[in-house]
């Protein structure tokens, strides 16, 4: 530790109070809850438990709480409380063809089987700011209108109205690259013998397997991925991608007991998927046919997991023997730069004090500058 930080000891403890009643806020305001946030924000709540890699909405909440909103730092106060949990065991994988749908889409067939079903999503909405959320009761056009209608509790007079239901299909959704599969247009993918390894307890290191890519783009920051994504659109990378199929819903978690030897479920999570449909011009042992890159999130993340299906397919340049010329087509660029916690890490620690290290700077230039002038004296 540096002797200047032991030293202004007072100083930080004011500098956290001073956060703590900057978190705060006016006083003469309802403090917002851990609740609120798990239930308004869910979105951002999604994005922390992503890129902090822990399944947890209310501890995710709490996270964006202490951190006044800032979503990366939240992430770091997740990813560094799921270190000191124990590990009891590994959950079998998701069967995501399983999954208890709420949205799912395809751009690539529009009458594909069992159907297409938008969900809660922003896609079809104006980009324009709506007033009345900023008033206590949806609708009203004056903030100072009663905030309740007349016979209404103060919950249901807040509340939009409910979402029209129809009755739920028990029609099957097969995946749109399994439908490409049986005309053989798609590559076919076969799970690999070894155990995948596990990034969170085994260091990265290069080449990596897809199965750790994955893992690191997983938790990887989305702003990151979605810019290497975007990138691969605009030329760098040569990407030709369609949404094969985007699909968020609930999946069960199961794990395996020994002692019980047959799996047992244990919960479920929502989770965001997608697979993305590339062309392949072929090679002299593949036929031209589809490749697809894959993402998979934490909750209602579509950006996220479309970004990680594009920088997937990118990173698969060497696997099928294209040529890597674009950041997004190097591994070791992507993987060692996408990890937001460990970017915020060696980004903020500049702020801390370098007195030692800026001196002796500091002297050589001086040294630098004096040798110059005599030179140029002589």
């Not at 956290?16 to 705060?24: D, F, T, V």
């Not at 594909?112 to 008033?135: I, S």
């Not at 934490?298 to 010329?325: Q, Y």
Request: charged content about 25%.
């Amino acid at each position: 530790m540096y002797v200047a930080v032991k030293g202004g000891e007072r100083a930080i403890e004011a500098a956290h109070a001073w956060l703590a009643e900057e978190r705060r806020g006016d006083p003469a305001l309802p403090e917002l809850s851990v609740e609120q946030i798990g239930q308004q924000l869910g979105l951002a709540v999604d994005r922390v438990m992503a890129e902090g890699a822990c399944f947890d909405r209310g501890l995710a909440a709490l996270a964006i709480k202490q951190a006044r909103g800032d979503l990366i730092e939240a992430a770091f106060l997740l990813r560094a409380y799921r270190t000191t949990l124990p590990r009891f065991g590994a959950s079998l994988p998701l069967d995501t063809g399983a999954m208890r749908i709420r949205r799912r889409v395809s751009a690539t067939y529009k009458d594909l089987p069992g159907g297409q079903v938008l969900g809660p999503t922003f896609d079809y909405t104006h980009r324009l700011l709506d007033f009345a959320l900023a008033c206590d009761r949806p609708g009203s056009p004056d903030p100072g209108r009663e905030s309740q209608a007349p016979g209404l509790t103060a919950a249901e007079g807040n509340a939009p109205p409910s979402a029209p239901e129809a009755p739920a299909k028990a029609a099957a959704m097969p995946r749109v690259t399994s439908i490409l599969a049986q005309e053989g247009l798609m590559q076919p993918e076969t799970p690999g013998e070894a155990e995948p390894p596990d990034l969170t307890r085994e260091p990265l290191s290069f080449p990596a397997d897809r199965p750790v890519r994955l893992q690191a783009l997983a938790r990887g920051d989305e702003g990151f991925l979605l810019g290497l994504g975007y990138s691969t659109q605009r030329g760098y990378g040569n990407a030709h991608p369609f949404v094969g199929e985007i699909r968020m819903g609930e999946v069960a978690v199961e794990i395996e007991p020994p002692e019980l030897g047959f799996p047992i479920e244990i919960g479920e999570i929502t989770v965001t998927e997608c697979q993305m449909v590339n062309q392949f011009a072929g090679s002299k042992t593949e036929p031209a046919q589809f490749t697809r890159g894959y993402g998979l999130t934490f909750g209602h993340g579509e950006r996220k997991a479309m970004a990680m299906a594009l920088v997937d397919r990118s990173l698969r340049a060497a696997e099928l023997g294209e040529e890597a010329t674009a950041p997004a087509q190097s591994e070791e660029f992507v993987l060692y730069h996408c990890d937001n916690v460990e970017a915020t890490g060696f980004v903020e620690h500049l702020k801390l004090p370098h007195y030692v290290d800026f001196q002796s700077e500091l002297e050589k230039i001086r040294q630098m500058r004096a040798t110059a002038l005599r030179e140029a004296a002589e």
